[in-house]
């Protein structure tokens, strides 16, 4: 994985506030972006093939995004509001205010070893946007990790990581195909289609085909066998 702290610096032409790369377990490189007045220019990048981009907002901005060449987003961007990013994907934003934001860089292996223990081989982990939607259980992870990037002198890099699995392993739950089908499916008696609409999903065999690729199993015998 290039390392995407100097990638981002050198492209936004913008230092980080704080940047820890390669953390020793699951190879994720963490920054936090400050900028205290309105630079009002936009900021383009490409999120690499083999990583996944989750950002956090830490305070109330205003932006325009776009996503692969689609505008999804114009207005106020509120505190605790969450992106997920996928592979090889093109974001671009136009910053109208302040704003002060974490980026997490997970290599998709991480992802691949929190949802299955690494069984996966090369199935790809599908996870959805948020597009700014907040999550009770991953604010007090991120605060953490944004607490424990700017005391990094003071901490090890095993410990950051230790934070970064407890984060990652919120978001697996919480925003994969697999990891919030799974809870559905176990503990609710929701019809497969209605869980799949839930997902994002048109249909429920395209559904279907997703939660297998990640499980190795349907939604119907996964629910039978549990």
Not at 31 to 36: E, P, V
Request: glycine share 6%.
């Amino acid at each position: 994985m290039v390392n995407p702290v100097e990638r981002l610096t050198a492209e936004w032409q913008l230092a980080p506030a704080a940047a820890l790369s390669d953390l020793p377990y699951t190879g994720m490189a963490v920054m936090r972006w400050t900028c205290r007045t309105a630079l009002k220019r936009e900021f383009v990048s490409r999120v690499g093939d083999d990583v996944h981009v989750f950002s956090y907002v830490l305070r109330n901005s205003r932006a325009t995004s776009w996503l692969d060449g689609r505008q999804v987003w114009d207005g106020l961007i509120p505190a605790h509001g969450l992106r997920i990013l996928a592979p090889s994907s093109q974001p671009r934003w136009f910053a109208h205010s302040a704003f002060d934001s974490m980026q997490f860089h997970v290599p998709v292996r991480a992802l691949r070893e929190m949802v299955d223990g690494g069984r996966l081989g090369g199935a790809r982990i599908v996870l959805q946007d948020p597009l700014y939607a907040s999550d009770p259980g991953v604010t007090p992870l991120v605060h953490a990790m944004a607490t424990a990037l700017a005391r990094q002198d003071q901490l090890t890099p095993a410990y950051i990581d230790g934070l970064a699995i407890a984060l990652l392993t919120r978001l697996v739950t919480r925003f994969s195909v697999s990891g919030f089908a799974k809870q559905r499916l176990l503990f609710s008696r929701d019809p497969i289609l209605t869980i799949a609409l839930d997902c994002g999903f048109k249909d429920a065999s395209h559904f279907a085909r997703v939660f297998a690729g990640e499980t190795g199993l349907s939604p119907r015998r996964f629910r039978q066998a549990a």
